[in-house]
């Protein structure tokens, strides 16, 4: 695993890519099974649609079921899991108005998060640690990193933000909104591998955050989460599994019984 930079490593809110495979202790046996159940459904380990029991997952992880259970019990209020009547759980499902969902939240979230950054305005070592992370797309696209660490990047530099806008509780919603993200943005890269962020976007967001431009650095990241937005539907409609629903007639349109 990549070492942690002491930058994101000091906030209180970090994105589960960045604390992959990182040694946590003093947790319990409950947030340590929440947190490597989440895990695997966020990196699709266990993908959408698949079902496990308590069982085959307290065996896996070689923990009383007691804990595994509690786990899910968190993961069904992250909407990750659905309990399945004497059947176990079952993943949940990525759908496109979940998603849609998802992206107009993030967009809502990233950008005010960028404006009160912008105002109340970024340490210097944060800046220094934003303006390498901005590059790295940039490497992406003339195929110096791979797609795996221009993730990672994306989501410490919008995570940086959110930790420096001032607010607790509105960091702390940005990173869950991110960590769900992440399984969408695998998703969609599993369907169209050749799908990448423009480099530009992120160097953009820097800019106006060094000039503390509050209006510049909303406006720069609304542009980068509405393209991700529209870019993300569109590769996940092109899933087999959405080409093949049926299409039902609405139902404002069915003749009165």
Known sequence: MRDIHPVIMGAPHIPALLLAGAE?????????????????????????????????????????????????????????????????????????????????????????????????????????RLEVLSKVHFALAAGEVELEEALRAAME???????????????????DVLDELERVLRMAALIAPEAASPPGELEAIFERLRARDADGAHEAMRRRCERVRRDVLQVLAKSHSVSRAHIEIPASSLPPA
């Open 157 to 175: 530099f919008e995570a940086i933000i959110a930790n420096f806008s001032g607010n607790n509780r509105f960091g702390k919603a940005i990173i």
């Open 24 to 128: 946590e202790t003093g947790l319990d046996r409950t947030t340590r099974a929440y947190r490597a159940i989440r895990r695997q459904i966020i990196d699709l380990t266990l993908p959408p649609g698949s079902s496990f029991s308590e069982a085959s997952l307290a065996q896996q992880w070689r923990i009383s079921k007691t804990p595994v259970r509690e786990a899910l019990a968190r993961l069904r209020r992250d909407g990750l899991v659905d309990a399945l009547p004497r059947a176990g759980y079952v993943v949940s499902p990525i759908t496109l108005q979940d998603t849609d969902d998802l992206c107009a939240l993030r967009t809502l979230l990233s950008c005010e998060a960028a404006a009160a950054a912008a105002r109340r305005g970024v340490e210097a070592p944060a800046l220094e």
